[in-house]
Nanobody, 123 residues
Framework: QVQLVESGGGLVQAGGSLRLSCAAS????????IGWFRQAPGKECEFVAAIRRNGITYYRGSVKGRFTISRDNAKNTAYLQMNSLKAEDTAVYYC?????????????????WGQGTQVTVSS
């Protein structure tokens, strides 16, 4: 069982930065893949970024070069550094965890989810 708690969301002007954190419970953090997803009002949940247990990272095209995903296994925490934020980045951001080698960009592959944190970017 893995419990996830996100933090770090808020209101920021376009061009600004935020860092989201995802704190995980349990002693299995180093063995899980972590994904960040987001959902804007009226839209489907979409993949943002992921980091495998071996450190390999993945990003959706629209955030490459602006967002950076990382993890600190000693702190059981993953991060999403978001720079050059745009109004279209506004959404509730969720972190999720899964085991195994399955694809990282499909929400259905993840077994554990946090409660979400709101990110609002004003233009």
């Amino acid at each position: 069982q893995v419990q996830l708690v996100e933090s770090g969301g808020g209101l920021v002007q376009a061009g600004g930065s935020l860092r989201l954190s995802c704190a995980a419970s349990g002693r299995t953090f180093s063995t899980i893949d972590i994904g960040w997803f987001r959902q804007a009002p009226g839209k489907e949940c979409e993949f943002v970024a992921a980091i495998r247990r071996n450190g390999i990272t993945y990003y959706r095209g629209s955030v490459k070069g602006r967002f950076t995903i990382s993890r600190d296994n000693a702190k059981n925490t993953a991060y999403l550094q978001m720079n050059s934020l745009k109004a279209e980045d506004t959404a509730v951001y969720y972190c999720a965890a899964k085991f195994g080698q399955t694809t990282v960009d499909a929400p259905t592959r993840y077994d554990y989810w946090g409660q979400g944190t709101q990110v609002t970017v004003s233009s």
